[in-house]
């Protein structure tokens, strides 16, 4: 017991400890001190190395996934819809030059005349009904595609039905078939056909903009990883002078990573954007040529045919064939020789030429007053007449089409394989250069115990 008198000692108890130990840690001027210490410096560098990797390895992999993730809706989504266009679009120009070409025999058109309407036709509507629900509705343009489609959905069976209207009277050797045939290909040429090509050109956009972005290098990704290396060797020359030691192997371990890491970058994402630049200059650009081409094609058969149909003297028809031609004559003379599908366009080449000189007969038979003999150049089975040139340059067309979207698939897919490793190794590259941080500075910070 404490005598009288005497002052008793206060000892700290376990309720009053926690508190005196903080009083201690969060004074002000001891807080001031340690922030001002050579261990709190090296935490902080730590601590912004160790946030400058790890921002740098996120912001890699989450570039790359995205690129990735664009990638893979252009090649199972936006190129085939651009496909589908085109093939609306041919199928459309071919059913009204085979509508056309039934009616100059007079009578019951040849089979295979029908068939190939009927093949378009059909073939036209498929892509309308397919393409139409499926088509992306995350897209902008959707509500635009959708209009399209349904407008041409809509007015196709009202163009089939002034054909077969036409047909009908052809067979009973009704003049006003030849009027119902005018308006439905009218329709055709100013409502469909207009349809279709806005539409075409509205999903030919939408892969020139998707190849544009993914070309576009991934600067900020880039910009970061060069940050992060330019901090570590900063941090590598500070450890130095201030510890003097000449290297840390932490440090050197984590810039290795972040070099890798650019470098990998770099030159995966070089090989993707040349992957897409060649897809473009070798698949799309020489596709959007062949494209036009197919339909100039059947547009001048169409106009070819009509001027037999309304046996038209006025010039309209021969005008809207040689401008045609001449367009036409000049997207193949000017298709690149180094372009996929050369050889298909040589032979279109010299098939265009041999129709020209078809077209040439039946118009000096017209001359003469031979309607009959003009018919037959236009719409006979030999191989010298205008159908067979139309139908060789239609097959060498349509084949050119097949190589070219070869090609830009392909491309695609390689520019996507390229990224496939990236976005994961960014990852393990930033935790790699996190932990080596730690170990090159936790010798450093023990030593300040």
Same mark, same amino acid.
């Given at each position: 017991?404490?005598?009288?008198?005497?002052?008793?000692?206060?000892?700290?108890?376990?309720?009053?400890?926690?508190?005196?130990?903080?009083?201690?840690?969060?004074?002000?001027?001891?807080?001031?001190?340690?922030?001002?210490?050579?261990?709190?410096?090296?935490?902080?560098?730590?601590?912004?190395?160790?946030?400058?990797?790890?921002?740098?390895?996120?912001?890699?992999?989450?570039?790359?996934?995205?690129?990735?993730?664009?990638?893979?809706?252009?090649?199972?989504?936006?190129?085939?819809?651009?496909?589908?266009?085109?093939?609306?679009?041919?199928?459309?120009?071919?059913?009204?030059?085979?509508?056309?070409?039934?009616?100059?025999?007079?009578?019951?058109?040849?089979?295979?005349?029908?068939?190939?309407?009927?093949?378009?036709?059909?073939?036209?509507?498929?892509?309308?009904?397919?393409?139409?629900?499926?088509?992306?509705?995350?897209?902008?343009?959707?509500?635009?595609?959708?209009?399209?489609?349904?407008?041409?959905?809509?007015?196709?069976?009202?163009?089939?039905?002034?054909?077969?209207?036409?047909?009908?009277?052809?067979?009973?050797?009704?003049?006003?078939?030849?009027?119902?045939?005018?308006?439905?290909?009218?329709?055709?040429? !100013?409502?469909?056909?207009?349809? %279709? +090509?806005? =539409?075409?050109?509205? /999903?030919? @956009? *939408?892969?020139?903009?998707?190849? #544009?972005?993914?070309?576009?290098?991934?600067?900020?990704?880039?910009?970061?990883?060069?940050?992060?290396?330019?901090?570590?060797?900063?941090?590598?020359?500070?450890?130095?002078?201030?510890?003097?030691?000449?290297?840390?192997?932490?440090?050197?371990?984590?810039?290795?990573?972040?070099?890798?890491?650019?470098?990998?970058?770099?030159?995966?994402?070089?090989?993707?954007?040349?992957?897409?630049?060649?897809?473009?200059?070798?698949?799309?650009?020489?596709?959007?040529?062949?494209?036009?081409?197919?339909?100039? !094609?059947?547009?001048?058969?169409? %106009? +070819?045919? =009509?001027?037999?149909? /309304?046996? @038209? *003297?006025?010039?309209?028809?021969? #005008?809207?064939?040689?401008?045609?031609?001449?367009?036409?004559?000049?997207?193949?003379?000017?298709?690149?020789?180094?372009?996929?599908?050369?050889?298909?366009?040589?032979?279109?080449?010299?098939?265009?030429?041999?129709?020209?000189?078809?077209?040439?007969?039946?118009?000096?038979?017209?001359?003469?007053?031979?309607?009959?003999?003009?018919?037959?150049?236009?719409?006979?089975?030999?191989?010298?007449?205008?159908?067979?040139?139309?139908?060789?340059?239609?097959?060498?067309?349509?084949?050119?089409?097949?190589? !070219?979207?070869?090609?830009?698939?392909?491309?695609?897919?390689?520019?996507?394989?390229?990224?496939?490793?990236?976005?994961?190794?960014?990852?393990?590259?930033?935790?790699?250069?996190?932990?080596?941080?730690?170990?090159?500075?936790?010798?450093?910070?023990?030593?300040?115990?």
């Amino acid at each position: 017991m404490a005598r009288t008198g005497e002052t008793v000692a206060t000892r700290p108890t376990l309720a009053t400890l926690p508190a005196a130990v903080s009083r201690v840690h969060l004074d002000p001027d001891e807080l001031r001190t340690f922030a001002s210490s050579s261990p709190a410096k090296l935490i902080a560098l730590g601590l912004l190395l160790i946030g400058l990797c790890l921002g740098a390895g996120s912001v890699t992999s989450n570039t790359v996934s995205e690129r990735q993730a664009a990638l893979e809706v252009l090649l199972a989504d936006t190129e085939p819809d651009s496909h589908s266009a085109h093939k609306l679009y041919t199928s459309l120009s071919i059913a009204d030059a085979a509508a056309s070409t039934a009616f100059i025999s007079g009578g019951v058109e040849p089979e295979t005349v029908r068939d190939r309407y009927a093949q378009a036709v059909g073939e036209a509507a498929a892509e309308v009904v397919i393409h139409s629900g499926t088509a992306g509705h995350d897209r902008p343009e959707n509500s635009v595609d959708t209009r399209l489609r349904t407008g041409i959905a809509t007015g196709l069976p009202v163009y089939t039905g002034l054909v077969e209207t036409a047909r009908t009277n052809n067979r009973f050797g009704n003049p006003v078939g030849a009027a119902y045939l005018s308006e439905a290909s009218n329709q055709m040429q !100013t409502t469909l056909l207009p349809m %279709a +090509e806005e =539409l075409q050109d509205l /999903r030919s @956009d *939408a892969v020139d903009v998707a190849q #544009r972005n993914h070309v576009r290098p991934p600067w900020f990704a880039i910009g970061l990883i060069i940050v992060a290396l330019a901090a570590l060797v900063w941090a590598q020359v500070e450890v130095a002078a201030r510890w003097r030691r000449t290297l840390n192997a932490g440090l050197l371990v984590a810039s290795a990573a972040m070099s890798i890491l650019l470098a990998w970058t770099v030159i995966a994402g070089s090989v993707s954007a040349a992957a897409m630049i060649e897809g473009r200059d070798h698949g799309a650009v020489p596709a959007s040529r062949l494209t036009e081409s197919r339909i100039l !094609t059947q547009q001048a058969r169409s %106009a +070819e045919t =009509l001027k037999l149909v /309304r046996r @038209d *003297a006025t010039g309209d028809y021969d #005008r809207i064939f040689d401008t045609g031609v001449a367009r036409l004559t000049e997207l193949l003379d000017g298709y690149p020789g180094d372009a996929p599908a050369a050889a298909a366009v040589t032979d279109a080449r010299a098939a265009l030429d041999r129709w020209r000189a078809a077209h040439q007969r039946m118009n000096e038979a017209l001359a003469r007053g031979d309607y009959q003999g003009a018919s037959v150049v236009a719409t006979g089975a030999g191989g010298a007449d205008a159908a067979a040139q139309v139908e060789a340059l239609d097959r060498a067309l349509d084949e050119g089409l097949d190589r !070219t979207r070869e090609t830009l698939r392909g491309r695609i897919a390689t520019a996507t394989d390229s990224l496939t490793l990236l976005g994961p190794g960014a990852t393990a590259l930033a935790f790699l250069a996190v932990a080596a941080i730690g170990v090159g500075l936790w010798p450093r910070l023990r030593e300040y115990r």
